[in-house]
């Protein structure tokens, strides 16, 4: 197992040297960022409502760019498609003094996500679930109002 541990460790050092950037970027209007790993939670005051948004980037590179680069189709630096996170994420809007918090689950489709060569760049999610939820659980109680999208006519 000595040789898969030297194999990691090669990757993590060519990792580090193709790394655009060393630390995170700056959080701009009024974001707070907490990491914890690959969990990462923003958090915001809007007009007396608590708004937090938690995601993890862990599996979160679509499969199409995934397929290419285990078939063998490496590029040069400057035809390298751009790597593209797409985190499922929860919103939760609490306002003041309140003990349950709004919440949405969402992700990123991924027929809007696989797009064809000179198709423009989609921001597009979907929210998948709408629940009223105790403020400050992680898990969701199934004795909470909860709704599925897909029963929606979103027209």
Known sequence: DKAFGDFL???IKEERKIQKSKSLPKMSGGWELEMNGTEAK????VAGEKVTVTFNVN??????????????????AEEEPEIVSTPNFVVEVTKQASKHSLVFDCHFPEDEMSRGEG?????????REVSFQPEGDSDWKETSYTLNTDSLDWV
């Not at 979160?60 to 590029?75: L, R, T």
């Open 9 to 11: 460790s090669d990757e």
């Open 42 to 45: 923003l958090t915001r005051n």
């Open 59 to 76: 599996n979160s590179i679509p499969p199409n760019f995934e397929e290419e680069v285990e078939q063998g189709q490496h590029k040069s």
């Open 119 to 127: 198709e423009e760049e989609s921001d597009i999610f979907a929210i």
